[in-house]
C-alpha cells in the first residue's frame, strides 16, 4: 500500500468541498501553495470561470485533474428529454477533453423531475433501462474522442432521485455488457459515501479490478448523519474504516489519486485553508 503520510503527491481535492466558500480559480491556487497534485472541477464551476480559462490556469498551476464532475441524469419523460440529455453528456465529455481529466464521472439519474420533488412515474426499471440505453450512446461518442467514463454508484437513499445505480455490482454489471473487452472505456468512481455499508464492497473493488477503477473519493459517514446531501465527515470523523478501502483498491490495481469529496454545510462554514489543511493533516493520518 502507498505511504500518503509523507507528502501530498497523491491527494486531490473534489471542488465542491471548497465551493462555498472560493471560486474554482481561488481553489486551484489553494491547491497549488500547497502542493497539491490533483482537483476534481464541477461543470457550473468551469462554466463561470470560464473552460478555455481554466484549462489555461490548470496547465499554469501545474496541476492536473482526478476526474471531470459530472455527466449523467440520462432518464426523461418524453423523447426530447432523452435527446437533450446525451446531448448534455456529449458536451461534458467535450469539457472533460478540454481540461485533460483522465474520466468524466457520471451521476446517472433515476425518475424524472423527481430532484425538483415532481417524480413524472414511478417505474424505476425504466430508469434503469434508459440510464443503460444513455450510457451505452455517451460512450460511443466518448470513445471517439478518448475519454474515459466513471459510473458513480450513489447511495440507496438518493435512488429515487439522483441515481438509480446504487451498488457497485450494479454498475460493473453495466460495465461488463457495454466493455466486455475491459477496454478501459467505461468503469466506476468509488465513492466511500456510497458504497461504505456494502458487504459486497471488497468483493466488488476485486472484481472491477485496475482497468475499471477509475476514481476513488473519500471522505466520512458520521454518526448520526443529520442531512443526506449535506452532512459528510470529514475523514477520520465518521465510521468508515478508510485504511481497509484503499488497500482493497490499492490491491485491486489502483494507483489513482486519493479525492477528497465532502459537501457539507459544516465544512461549508469555515475558512477554505483551515478546510484544505484539515483534508491534508487527515490524508496523511487515517486516509
Ligand atoms: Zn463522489
Known amino acids: 500500500m502507498r505511504d500518503l503520510s509523507t507528502g501530498v503527491e497523491h491527494l486531490s481535492i473534489n471542488t465542491a468541498t471548497l465551493r462555498k466558500q472560493l471560486p474554482l480559480p481561488a ?13 476534481d472541477p464541477w461543470r457550473d464551476q468551469v462554466a ?18 482526478s476526474g471531470y464532475c459530472r455527466g449523467g441524469f440520462f432518464p426523461a419523460a418524453d423523447a426530447g428529454g432523452l435527446a437533450a440529455a446525451l446531448e448534455d453528456n456529449r458536451r461534458a465529455v467535450d469539457e ?51 475519454m474515459p467514463l466513471a459510473i458513480e454508484p450513489l447511495h440507496p437513499m438518493q435512488a429515487a432521485d439522483r441515481a438509480c445505480i446504487n451498488t457497485l455490482a450494479q454498475a460493473l454489471d453495466i460495465c461488463d455488457r457495454l466493455d466486455p473487452g475491459r477496454s478501459g472505456a467505461l468503469g466506476v468512481a468509488v465513492d466511500i459515501y456510497h458504497v461504505w455499508w456494502d458487504p459486497e464492497l471488497a468483493r466488488q473493488i476485486a472484481r472491477a479490478g485496475r482497468e475499471r477503477l477509475l476514481a476513488y473519493h473519500v471522505c466520512d459517514w458520521l454518526v448520526p448523519t443529520r442531512d443526506l446531501l449535506n452532512d459528510r465527515g470529514m475523514m477520520g470523523d465518521g465510521v468508515v474504516d478508510l485504511r481497509k478501502i484503499r488497500g482493497w483498491m490499492e490491491a485491486a490495481g489502483f494507483a489513482g489519486p486519493v479525492e477528497v469529496e465532502i459537501f457539507s454545510e459544516a465544512w461549508w462554514s469555515r475558512p477554505a485553508e483551515e478546510v484544505l489543511d484539515a483534508c491534508i493533516a487527515r490524508c496523511k493520518t487515517v486516509v
Open 48 to 65: 463561470a470561470a470560464g473552460l478555455a480559462a481554466t484549462a489555461r490556469l490548470l496547465r499554469d498551476a501545474g496541476i492536473r485533474l
Open 96 to 146: 472533460a477533453k478540454a481540461l485533460a481529466a483522465p474520466c468524466l464521472v457520471l451521476v446517472v439519474g433515476s425518475l424524472p423531475g423527481a430532484l425538483a420533488g415532481r417524480p413524472a412515474h414511478k417505474d424505476i426499471a425504466l430508469a434503469r433501462a434508459q440510464v443503460e440505453e444513455g450510457i451505452a450512446a455517451t460512450l460511443e461518442y466518448a470513445r471517439g474522442v478518448g
Open 27 to 39: 481553489i486551484v491556487e489553494a491547491c497549488a501553495r500547497r502542493g497539491i497534485a490533483a482537483v
